[in-house]
């Protein structure tokens, strides 16, 4: 069965610092990967996504994940962390033979200190 | 062009009664999806629909429903509400059937508590 890790309920960081948020995946197939983000009260807005290719994936809002098959992992980075990015942080994983089913983590809460 | 749109986005209802959730996709799509979501359990999977046809279902009970009609909207049913059911109900819509062809974009969500 799919099952998405992400070990970090809540991190905190400074802006300006720098931001790795971990998330490790269980799946048999080839998995399509997502980061999604949610601020309160609003629904899940697309970071990035893998499917294919280049391990490397840059998103919006100056955010890159890294596909590591070997290690099962899908780490969402961003060089320096802003105010605005203060929200709580999904990694999904799917694959096609479930069409849009996604399975997600559990989340991780990002606090960013001034 | 106008994101998809849940309705209504909070509502309260007591133990036993039911309810019926509504999601508009993005004009021409034709996939969408339920959630539910809670602090306990976190983002699940209920259903997706695409042309009218359930695709896929969660690991949930028979109280919950859901059905497309032919201009893509969607509602989701709970019957016989327990407490438990007091969650953040998300919908995706999707233009394709396939994640690695179209994105899914999420709508707000329908808030329900159960009291």
């Known amino acids: 069965a799919q099952s998405v890790t992400q070990p970090d309920i809540h991190i905190t960081v400074s802006e300006g610092a720098s931001l790795e948020l971990r998330c490790n995946y269980s799946y048999g197939a080839t998995p399509y990967l997502f980061w999604y983000v949610q601020s309160p009260g609003q629904g899940l807005q697309l970071l990035l996504k893998?499917?294919?290719?280049?391990?490397l994936v840059q998103g919006i809002k100056g955010f890159e994940a890294e596909f590591k098959r070997s290690q099962s992992s899908f780490n969402l980075r961003k060089p320096s962390v802003h105010w605005s990015d203060a929200a709580e942080y999904f990694c999904a994983v799917g694959a096609r033979e479930y069409g849009n089913k996604l399975v997600f983590g559990a989340g991780t809460i990002l606090r960013v200190k001034s | 062009k106008a994101g998809v749109t849940q309705t209504p986005r909070y509502l309260i209802k007591t133990r036993g009664q039911q309810v019926t959730l509504s999601c508009s996709p993005i004009s021409g799509h034709r996939s969408v999806s339920w959630y539910q979501q809670t602090p306990g359990q976190g983002l699940q999977f209920l259903f997706e629909y695409f042309s009218e046809t359930q695709r896929n279902k969660g690991n949930f009970p028979g109280r919950f429903s859901g059905r497309q009609f032919s201009n893509s909207r969607s509602e989701m049913n709970v019957s016989t509400l327990e407490l438990g059911d007091s969650a953040l109900y998300l919908c995706a819509s999707s233009l394709s059937g396939g994640l690695d062809t179209g994105e899914l974009f999420f709508g707000e969500g329908s808030r329900l508590t159960v009291l």
């Open positions: 893998y499917f294919s290719g280049d391990t």
